[in-house]
């Protein structure tokens, strides 16, 4: 990392991101050849299993609450003499061909979805947790992750699946992203079918991201594209312009008051979703690169970022080969930072205490990551925005500098 010479910041005032585990794939360690990537990583929404590509068409789950608590138990006995719980087995799965994307889905009874009838479906998705594979040819695999085995095989894709999400509000809908231009939302709880297509970026499609509510869905690609689309008729909201270089990620913050979306372009950019204005810039080139060496190769492309789920940091990757924690509230410099070489992917863990990265070698390292008690102004603003659009936000009868705190503006 460079000198931040005009912040009058060092790298000894940046403090270290701590590494707390790692995943590694086996096999020969200084195995370089094209297919060993880890091009995606995801954790279980209530955190009991992680999954990583590892290379050469597998994914790996590892029993993810059980290998951190036997991590703490382990530290503890002898002192308290408390036996040792039973390990949970991990699973491999042989997707055929090599993995793009991951994605883990769950439902809940009380939201079964829009008068479906699961009672005359083949697969119960409200009772099980589903693993989604993404896949080069353009297909998706989904497992029942209890037996490994498989459940649908969902075809329609051209090229490369590069990101799958399931929607958070336990729909089992799932959208997917891919190199042939388009995204997909397929509906789990209807036997997998297709219920539409998105069209409207002009070149690949690099991730997507649902607001928390599962009202929109954010996109990004090729040629500077970050679209907005509205799931209730499946319309396009809004095109967001401002990135100089292809838009790899992106991701609502918890409250859906804030989309980060991540670019080629060197930087990270805060949006107000709603009204498409900017909110805060990260930087990780310094001084601040032209426009014409943004819109090139210049050897600080964003790789993949992640919103913490307090609300108040985004993990960031970049080839400038260090991971980075920002905080919200300070987009000159970073909170925390390490090295990692050939990073490509990273995801917070559901209770935030960590994020996983994976590399082009095929392991994982998980960083501990910044934490802390937040104020409870933070709190009730994530409470009020999570039902409140800023658009809202506008006709409250409140003083102007609250509205600005509400709306992320200061």
């Not at 590509?53 to 590892?62: A, I, K, M, N, P």
């Not at 709603?274 to 050897?299: E, V």
């Not at 009730?380 to 992320?408: N, W």
Request: hydrophobic fraction near 35%.
């Amino acid at each position: 990392m460079r000198v931040m010479a005009s912040f009058a910041c060092s790298d000894s005032d940046i403090a270290d991101a701590e590494i707390l585990y790692q995943l590694k794939p086996g096999g020969n360690p200084n195995d370089q050849k094209a297919g060993a990537e880890t091009w995606c990583a995801a954790f279980a929404p209530d955190n009991s299993y992680f999954a990583w590509s590892c290379g050469h068409r597998l994914v790996r789950l590892v029993p993810w609450k059980h290998k951190i608590n036997n991590n703490e138990i382990e530290d503890e006995e002898g002192r308290q003499g408390e036996p040792m719980l039973p390990t949970p087995k991990e699973k491999v799965i042989d997707c055929g061909e090599y993995v793009w994307a991951v994605a883990f889905g769950s439902s809940v009874s009380s939201k079964c979805h829009r008068t479906v009838n699961i009672s005359f479906h083949r697969f119960n998705f409200g009772k099980d947790l589903i693993l989604a594979t993404g896949l080069q040819s353009g297909r998706i695999k989904t497992w029942d992750v209890s037996s490994g085995g498989i459940l649908l095989y969902l075809i329609d894709h051209k090229e490369v699946i590069r990101d799958l999400q399931f929607a958070p509000d336990g729909s089992m809908f799932l959208a997917s992203a891919s190199r042939d231009k388009t995204l997909k939302v397929w509906d789990l709880n209807d036997d997998g079918n297709m219920k539409k297509t998105l069209k409207g970026h002009n070149g690949w499609v690099y991730s997507c991201s649902w607001s928390p509510d599962a009202k929109i869905l954010a996109s990004v690609g090729q040629n500077k594209t970050v679209i907005l689309w509205d799931m209730s008729d499946y319309s396009m909201m809004r095109k967001l312009t401002g990135h100089q270089n292809d838009v790899v990620a992106c991701d609502f913050s918890p409250d859906g008051a804030l989309l980060a979306t991540g670019s080629y372009d060197t930087r990270v950019i805060l949006w107000d979703p709603y009204t498409g204005q900017k909110i805060r810039t990260f930087g990780h080139m310094y001084p601040p690169p032209s426009f014409l060496m943004m819109g090139g190769a210049n050897d600080y492309w964003l790789r993949a970022l992640s919103f913490s789920h307090d609300g108040c940091h985004v993990g960031t990757l970049c080839d400038d080969k260090y991971v980075r924690f920002w905080s919200i509230y300070n987009e000159e410099v970073p909170v925390k930072k390490a090295q990692l070489v050939n990073a490509l992917c990273c995801n917070y863990s559901p209770d935030g205490c960590c994020l996983a990265t994976g590399t082009r070698d095929g392991n994982v390292v998980f960083y501990m990551a910044p934490m802390r008690v937040q104020k409870l102004q933070h709190l009730c603003r994530l409470s009020v925005r999570r039902v409140l659009p800023s658009t809202r936000v506008d006709a409250l009868p409140i003083p102007q500098k609250l509205m600005g705190y509400l709306k992320y503006e200061n």
